[in-house]
């Protein structure tokens, strides 16, 4: 007779999420355009590796629509573009969300809007409030962080080009936020922090303000340069929930799965 332990249940192998081709910008070092792959991790079943932008499968957090070649037939999740002018191709793709209602503009489809990094404070827990003033420069912007009018605040000055967990964890650390860093915005607005907008010294390089008009559009805020703002909260939360719904479809369609 067999000795069967009691109680003995056999361990269960966990499978490894399916990895597969993503686009981000990674000219630089920027932790906006690294939230797309630890979004899909966190909330999906996917890990994406980076590949060009023909190659991949999807895109998500960035100003990088314009980087899709005509005809691409791809997944967008949460994409926006650089130039308001610019016309992009999206005819053959799967457009399951976009940055705001600018991007959006001329884009037939029913999709969601809002910047993907909207629940990217979902990616780190345990925060608490200890700086008055955080700065986030855009990764150009050598400027921002020595105007007087911020430093007699002390701020701690947030290197978007440091590891996105670390970036979101001191963003969510400061009572107000003061950005020419998209993102910068995005997860002030995320965590529900007082911001103010400043832009580039050099700005039509990067687009202009149209991204930041995008973004201030889509949580339902006036774009003013040199304002403190706070997005309504019910419109912030609106978009984290569709947001969401749209990596889970996302993730569900990246592997084959119905609808």
Known sequence: MR????????????PEPETLPGYWWRGRPNFGDLLTPL???????????WAPAVQALIVGSGSILEHLPAGWAGIVAGSGKLHEASTVDLS?????????????AGIP?????????????ELVTGVKKVHNLGIVPHWSDAALEHRPEFKRYNPLIIRPGAHPLKVI???GSCRKIVASSLHGLVLADAFGIPRRTELLPRPTHEGGDFKYRDH?????LPFVLGLTQEA??????ERQHALWDMLSKAGRRL?????
Do not use: C, K, S
């Open 39 to 49: 979004l899909f991790e966190r909330f999906t079943d996917v890990r994406l590796t």
């Open 109 to 121: 489809g029913d999709y969601v809007l809002g910047d993907p990094g909207l629940i990217a404070d």
């Open 3 to 14: 000795n069967w332990r009691r109680g003995r249940v056999p361990a269960r192998r966990v």
């Open 216 to 220: 201030a559009a889509a949580v339902g």
């Open 255 to 259: 592997m084959g799965g119905t609808w």
């Open 169 to 171: 964890r001191q963003i």
């Open 232 to 237: 309504p909260r019910h419109i912030v939360q």
């Open 92 to 104: 053959q793709a799967t457009v399951l969300g976009l940055r705001g209602p600018l991007t959006a």
